[in-house]
Structure formats: C-alpha cells, structure tokens
C-alpha cells in the first residue's frame, strides 16, 4: 500500500489508525471510526483526529461540529466495487463544505483514482505500488469532464458557452 | 441528429485510448481477470460462453449511414460477418478477440460511436422510441433529453460503481414505445407545470429480471431546467441505499420496494430540494445547442391525398409490397412521408440480427430514402424513419434483394428473443431455436396477419433480457434437472398500459411448446368477438381460463 498526497508519493504517514477498544495516543495524529469520534467529542483528546466513515455510515448526518474536530477523513473502499464512497466525499466537500484531506482507503486501484480524485479525494492509499507511480497518467487519462464536481475541472458545458 | 463536437471527440477517443491501456496491462499481469473485469465491462466487452462479446452503443437507437456501414466492417473485419441487435437498442457482436477490442472502439470513435457503459454497474444507454422525430404523435423530439442524460451519465464520477446496472428510457408521446414502466428510471414527457410547459414526468423503480416492477412515479411534472438535477438526487439515494450485499436485491427496484414508496420518494425530494438550482441546473443554452441538432429535416412539400393515391397504385400491381406496406409501414407526422420498418425477424430466422451485407445496404437505403438516418428498435428491428411515399416501393424491392422485407411488425412471428442457451452464460435454456420454431408455425403469411398484433418474447432465463414478462404471450426457458422447459405466460404489455404476464400452468417440454402457442393462438381466434379484438383486449375480456382448458383440460 503507497500513499499518494497532491500527485506524489509520500514515504512517511503520521497517521495512525486505532480501533474502537484501543487507547487513543495522548499525540496523535490518530483516525478512529465515526461512532467513536461521537462518544470522545464532548472530551475531546489533545490531539490530531481523523475519522473513518465506512460505507454504510450517513455522510449527510455528520455535524460542523464533528467536521471540525478532525483535519482527516478516511472513506473506505471494502471493495473496488462498493461506491457509496464517491457519494460520501461529495457530500462532504459539497454538502458539508469541508476542506480537509478526504483519503481514500482499502480496495484503490489504478482505474478509480480519477473518479476519485473529481469528486474530491485528495489522498490516496493506493494498493498496488506500480499504479500509486502512474498516479499522475491515472488522473490526466481525460482532457474534458462532462459533469460539474468539486475538484473545479471545468466541465464541457461551461467550455462550449464561455463567451 | 447530434454531431460531436472537439470535446465529444475528445472524450471517445481518449476512452478508446483508456481501454487499450487497459488491455495491455491485462495482457502484461498488471491487473488480475477480476480486477479487469469492471473495466472491460464498462467498454461494453463481455466474456460469454464461446468467446467474448461485445455491446456497442447505439445512443437512443439513432444511426447514420456511415456509423451503420462501420458497423457492416466491424462485423466482417473482426467478427463472423454478422451482428444483432438488442432489447436495449445496442448492437452486439459475438466473436471479436480481446486484443483486436481496442482496434474495434478506434473505428467506432471514427464515426462518433463507442462502446461506453454498455455493461458494467454504472448507468446505461438511454432508449426511447423508434419513431422519435417522426411520429406525429409526440410534443417534443425525446432525443434532445436523451443527448442531455447521455452526456450526464458519460464517465460520472460519483455514479460508476452502483450496486447494480441502471437503465433509463424516456418517450416523447403518450404511446410509449420504449416501455419506460419497466425501466429503473422512465421519463415521460408531459405538459405541466404553472404554465403549462414541456416539462417531464419521472418514474422509478420500474424492472423485470427476476422479479418484474412497473414503476412509481416520482413527480408528476420536473421542469425541464430541473431535469438532471433530479436524476442525481435519484441515483444518489440510490447509490446510498441499495444493497451491495445481494447481487440479486441489488436494482433499484427492491430499494424502493424495501424502504417503501412513499419513504424512497421523500428521501429522493428531500435531496432533490438540497441540489435544484444549484450546478446541475440545465444550461439552456445547451439545451438549444443540442435541440439544434433535432429540429425536423428539410422535408418536402407534399400533398398526401397525392401520394397516398400513388402509393395505393403501387400496391395494387404488387399482393406481396402490399401486404408489407400493411405491416410494416407507420403513419409519419409529415405529410406524404412514412416511417417505413424493416423487419430482422425472417421467417425461420434467428430474430435480430443481420449479415455485414445487409447492414451496407440498410446504410444505402437510409442515405438515399431516409435522409441518413435509421433507427434500431427495442424489439429488435430496425426503421428507416422518413421515407417518402413515392419511395416505398423501390425501398421495399431492394429489402426483397435482400431478406430483409418480411412484412410482419408486432405480428405473431415478430419475436422477441436473447441469444440464450446458444450463446450466453447465464441462460438455462435455448431461446432461438423455439422462437425459429414458432416462426415456421405461423410462416403463412395471410394467417399472420389476420391473427393481428401479438407480441411473443422469449427469455432463455429468469434474467429476461427477452423481455418475456412484457409478452402478449411470454415464454421462459427454464432447466429442470438438466432438461429445458418453458413456462408460459399472457397478457404481458410494454406501452403504457404497462402490464406483466400472468403465469398459465405447469410448463412444456422443447417439443411441446410450438404446440403450446398454437393452442393458444387458435384459442384467441376462436374467443375473439372480431378481427378487431386484438390478442391482448381478449385476454384481458375472457380471462385466463379459456387458454387453460385448452391446454390443459378441464378439471
């Protein structure tokens, strides 16, 4: 597995992840599951948080509250197949307005990290090492986008009608 | 019909280029058979019993003459010299090798064609009807829609990976002919709204497959700037909600089905609140760019009495042109013109598909009889849209050249038909040799068409890429312990009178079921009050019981 940030390969990764039974590091940086980030917000720990939304979990329902407590979210991918990740990074970038790093985790192939990328993932841990090195072609395979996302490409649309 | 223009071209060509990346690495190890399989899938190509297969779209079944001559050269350069064509208006061809796929999408890019999200969990080729821009019937052209969804749905990021494949058919007249009650979301297009204006009714849930769905209405009336914004808030409850862990439960149809109608609708609207009037707003000044490409042709000026008159001499001199033109020929919204069918369902034939010979000259016949343009049809014929009366008869002299003037639409041996047990893997039973035997039963023609309209689909499984639910008469092949038998059912309907076949009884043996359907058939004539009564409206009036007894005696 080869994290990706802003087009490069990062060597290093501060975060860590700890399951809910787990200790939280007094210093972090440390991503720990959405339920979890619930129970510990009202007492927060001093350190970096991320959270972990699983497929499952109602991006719409995550407050600016919780948003705020973490600089990191990690939308996970159980299977390549499973794209309800794409819908939950859309909401937080679009619904939510969040800024932070959107990661996508688990099953990340060459071929989704375009799609990805447009509906506003900005890291990538990506599983095979030969497509986290062909990151750059992955996500310029298309000049054009047809549809209106949150990473601003311009659509086909706008193109033809600017004048 | 639309052109492409840099960009469209663009994005063709750049996917074509994609996909030959894509095999190369397959080819190379880089990526596993499982791991290449959504991407081959999403390129249309699938692996089939024999060989691969692959699906090209043909967005809402409009072609012209060049895109269908290229199809006639793929078919010979890289296949068996044939193709056929779907209940999804595509075309499939089943003998091309995985390395020569990537040579096939450069030609089809070529002619501003594709192969693009033909199969795969993402959103399909939008159909609507045949008669689009020539019916007299609808208010608005349903294509400059379909050219708006397609590009919508052409490489969405967010909805590429749904729990399962998603299909979209719209209608721009009240007579639906591209059976949008049956499909994830139907589009009607309907006057509405405070002022009364085109705007467009929106269903979903509607399937068959498994288990057969007439679709719920959404919203009465979605404003034409709103149009794609509700989509989106379609799929994205959709994408959020429908169950990844049953490939089975997985359509759309069970999700409204599990979360219920009234909740599935409220949480569509609830989203639909939170995207209309943001950046899925229909642009319209897109929407004039792409209505430019289906304002009517240049027709003539003709007068109709004239060329009725003429036409009518025509069919006197000729039983057999006359007989077709009965059959097959559709009133045009123009005066003096015709929408002109012509039939893929020879007689004894393998229903929907035609050689690289006949493909070239339905390509020649459309260029110099149909302006260019011709239609596939989801019931697996092809039309030339507007012929002028005058025409039809040097059109229908070089169909009889040609095998291709069989003159029996939506009658009896106009079947509906998968390729089934000769060519899939996932059928249980033969479909084409049932649908060949049937056809021969009824080969005479007078009878044909004194019998009337009536629909037979046959599926060579419970997934129903036949259609058979729809069927006036539908016919399911289904395996029993190794042996092929087919249940029957009647009174099945596509249009807007959307009904699903009701099940006979127990089900006929390969050899048993050609008689199965006479006997109904003589049934139907013997019940009937009148020619005019036609299969379905007598089923409807004397109910199942008649057809039982028949086949099965009384008890």
Partial sequence: MVLVKEGTILTEDPWIFVDDETPIPADGPVIISLTRLRDELPN????????????????????????????????????????????????????????????????????QLAYMQRVGFSAFEVRKAADAEDFAKAVNEFSNAYQPTPDGKPTAIKTRHSK | ???????????????????????????????????????????????????????????????????????????????????????????????????????????????????????????????????????????????????????????????????????????????????????????????????????????????????????KVMSEWVAREDLISFLEAILRVYNQHGRRDNLYKARIKITVNEMGVDNFRAAVLNEFELIQGGMFTVDQREWDRIAAYFTPPAFEDLNDAQEQAALEEDMAKDVFFARWVRANTVQHGTDGYSIAVISLKPIGGIPGDATADQMDVVADLSEKYSLSDVRVTHEQNLVLPHVR???????????????????????????????????????????????QMVSERFADLEKAHDIGELKIKISGCINACGHHHVGHIGILGVDKKGVEYYQITLGGDASEKAAIGERLGPAFGYDEVTDAIETIVTTYLDQRTSRDEQFNACVKRVGLTPFKEALYGTR
């Fill in chain 1, 44 to 111: 927060r720990p001093a350190g970096e948080l991320g959270v972990q939304l699983q497929p499952a979990d109602d991006a719409t329902a995550i407050t600016q509250d919780e948003l705020e407590a973490v600089s990191l979210v990690a939308v996970t991918f159980p299977a390549y197949k499973d794209g309800r990740g794409y819908s939950q990074a859309r909401n937080l970038r679009e619904r939510l307005g969040y800024q932070g790093e959107i990661r996508a985790v688990g099953d990340v192939l060459f071929d």
């Fill in chain 2, 1 to 215: 019909m639309y052109q492409y223009d840099s960009i469209d071209a663009a994005m063709v060509q750049e996917r074509a280029d994609q996909f030959r990346g894509q095999v190369a690495r397959r080819f190379e190890g880089r990526v596993t058979e499982e791991e290449f399989r959504p991407l081959r899938l999403m390129n249309g190509l699938y692996l089939q019993l024999h060989a691969y297969m692959l699906r090209v779209a043909v967005p809402y079944g409009t072609l012209n003459a060049d895109q269908m001559r290229t199809q006639a050269h793929i078919a010979r350069q890289y296949d068996k010299g044939y193709a056929h064509f779907t209940t999804r208006q595509n075309i499939q061809y089943n003998w091309p090798d995985l390395d020569h796929t990537p040579d096939i999408l450069d030609d089809l890019a070529k002619v501003e064609m594709h192969a693009i999200q033909t199969s795969g969990n993402c959103i399909r080729n939008i159909t609507t009807d045949p008669y689009a821009g020539a019916t007299g019937e609808e208010i608005e052209d349903p294509r400059i829609a379909s050219e708006l969804m397609r590009q919508w749905s052409t490489f969405h990021p967010e909805f590429s990976y749904l729990p399962r494949k998603f299909k979209i058919a719209i209608t721009g007249a009240e007579n639906d002919r591209a059976a949008i009650k049956f499909h994830d979301i139907g589009i009607e297009i309907v006057r509405g709204g405070p002022d009364n204006e085109i705007g467009y009714r929106i269903y979903a849930g509607g399937g068959q497959g498994r288990t057969p769905v007439i679709a």
């Fill in chain 2, 389 to 435: 009366k005058r025409d039809l008869k040097a059109v229908y002299d070089v169909l009889a050249d040609n095998a291709l003037n069989t003159p029996n639409l939506g009658q009896v041996t106009d079947i509906i038909c998968c390729p089934g047990l000769d060519y899939c893997n996932l059928a249980n039973a033969r479909s084409i040799p049932v649908s």
